[in-house]
């Protein structure tokens, strides 16, 4: 079984390396140290963290009323604007999002370089919600 070190599991789970050491040392995940002394987390255990973080990512008040169960929170990184389409970009942890929508819905979200957006990806399609 494939284990990962602390920065691994932080880039997988798109958080800092220094939350991931928080939830080790509270324990909410299990690691062991490796031969080097490293703290490693099993594949295993990590999988099931990272379904555990990612449904408690948002409370019931809070989750978009949506059939895109696919989302990716994250910053928006570019906002190029045409005259009727638009392409606005999302860093969402280790992810590079990519959106092709109308420029009009860009203007009615507000979506700007620097601001937290949720990209949802149903099918082939990335749907914007700000966030």
């Given at each position: 079984?494939?284990?990962?070190?602390?920065?691994?599991?932080?880039?997988?789970?798109?958080?800092?390396a220094d939350t991931v050491r928080r939830w080790t040392?509270?324990?909410?995940?299990?690691?062991?140290?490796?031969?080097?002394?490293?703290r490693m987390i099993e594949g295993r255990d990590l999988?099931?963290?990272?379904?555990?973080?990612?449904?408690?990512?948002?409370?019931d008040d809070e989750a978009p009323y949506t059939s895109?169960?696919?989302?990716?929170?994250?910053?928006?990184?570019?906002?190029?604007?045409?005259?009727?389409?638009?392409?606005?970009?999302?860093?969402?942890?280790?992810?590079?999002?990519?959106?092709?929508?109308?420029?009009?819905?860009?203007?009615?979200?507000?979506?700007?370089?620097?601001?937290?957006?949720?990209?949802?990806?149903?099918?082939?399609?990335?749907?914007?919600?700000?966030?």
């Amino acid at each position: 079984m494939q284990s990962y070190t602390i920065g691994q599991a932080a880039r997988l789970l798109g958080v800092s390396a220094d939350t991931v050491r928080r939830w080790t040392d509270a324990g909410r995940v299990t690691t062991h140290r490796d031969e080097g002394g490293r703290r490693m987390i099993e594949g295993r255990d990590l999988a099931a963290f990272a379904v555990e973080v990612g449904q408690g990512a948002h409370s019931d008040d809070e989750a978009p009323y949506t059939s895109a169960r696919n989302a990716f929170p994250g910053i928006v990184t570019a906002v190029k604007l045409g005259d009727v389409a638009a392409q606005v970009e999302i860093q969402a942890g280790p992810h590079r999002l990519v959106s092709l929508l109308t420029r009009e819905a860009v203007e009615e979200l507000g979506l700007e370089v620097g601001m937290q957006a949720t990209a949802r990806v149903k099918s082939t399609n990335v749907h914007i919600d700000r966030t």
